[in-house]
């Protein structure tokens, strides 16, 4: 068992440490969120265009997600709390930097650095939880408080956001995301426990570098697609490396002593499953909120404070049933609670391709609810059956996986979902008769064509505002094109995943049938 310890030897309460760590959840989660109401700003003040948002946003998710588990590891070895303190203040020091970035390859850089720190404090505060909080039922509820502070931080992102924007520059984003996680280091050094597994074996070195060169080269073909072309010779080669570099990486795990990811753990299906399932959630989510920023300050032409309100739906009812969910999976199990928030993602994005530029905000609204909902009823069942399986003092290397697959299908989702939306809203510009000197800008983003059509409007009279209107006309309609594939992308993936689940998922944590 692992050993706890006290900071000076003090009592330390359940209740001041799960604050601290859903604080600190808080910090990561609305450093994603955050940045996401930003994006057309970046387009405006630093030129950025959508391959730069996409690399702006996915920088974070990709470090994130490809030194989690390395981060998980370390710290059962070394001292969890230790981890999450100095994680938190390299979180703090990126944050920073990354609001004084002069141009988009600076803040991608920046991103990249917090994304390092996001995969060093988010493991731990799952594996703390777990250890703090032994009792299943105990820990089933401090599971959904966690997972509840995800919704807080979808609310409280754009939101805030949208509001420092519009008084001061998109920098202060995260300036706030920066001091909320100095603060959050303060509570960790008074209030949080230390524990340790020191018989944690060492770092699996080769298993990091293969897991990275494999995520990296996937993540970078994706989002260079759209630019190199789908079916180009380049972007086949980047997805057989891709291939190749993940089989290699499984290979050398299975048989490897002591490997970073324990291959094994997928023989049990539950925790395969609910690994699926999570991944899958957050693959459509962090698809939808990196377009859905973009439609409403971009095609409805609302203010940034404005678009993070209308956000707040979709936080409202993730916050709601995350809290929901847990209850819900002890007395029904499970399988049928998880089946039924993919089967709620699939209806929403399947209701969501139907949206035009002229949708009302209460169809919206609804649609985000059941986004909100269904993700809800997925992320703390499936975060408690995937910790489940793995034992106390592998803790943190369970949480790892957990946030893994959180930040792998995160990562994914903006990769494919926002690629695939570019491609469809580059095709319209194709066959057009506008003059290129519109047009080439225009193909970048949809804030670009938005600028470019302000511009013609603006210095070419009343020629100028013809060819404007007809440039926001296209890039407007192509760009809701593009939300709409995308959609129909998500559906597919969580309808696939809501069948495998009620085959494979088991309805408690002793089940062993399906």
Known sequence: MPKMETPDDRPWSKSAVLVTLCLAVFVVNVSTTIVNITLPTLVRDLGATTRDLLWVVDAFNLAFAALVLAGGSLSDRFGRRWFLIGGLGLFTFASIGGALSATPDQLIAWRALAGIAAAVVYPVTLSILTNVFTDRSERVMAIGVWGAATGVAVAVGPVAGGALIEHFWWGSTLVFNGAIAALTVLMAVLLVPNSSDPSTPPLDKSGLVLSVLALGSLVHTIIEAPDRGW???ATFVGFGVAALLLVVFVVRESRAQHPMLDVRLFTNMRFTAASGAVTSAFFAMFGFIFLITQYFQSVRAYGPLETGLRILPVAASLAAFSL??????????SKLVVATGLGLLTTAFLWIATVDANTGYGQISIQMVLLGAGLGLI?????EAIMGVVPTEKAGMGSAVNDATRELGGTLGVAVIGSVALSVYREGFEATDLPEVLIEP?????GSAIEAARQATEIGGDPGAVLGQQLSDLAKAQFVDGLSTGSLVAAAV?????VLTLIFLPAHPGGSKH
Do not use: D
Request: hydrophobic share 45%; glycine share 8%.
């Open 231 to 233: 079916s180009s010779p």
């Open 324 to 333: 929901i969910g847990p209850r819900l999976a002890v007395t029904i199990g």
């Open 379 to 383: 992320s703390s069942p499936a975060t």
């Open 442 to 446: 225009a193909r970048e983003s949809v």
């Open 494 to 498: 969580t309808a696939v995943v809501a």
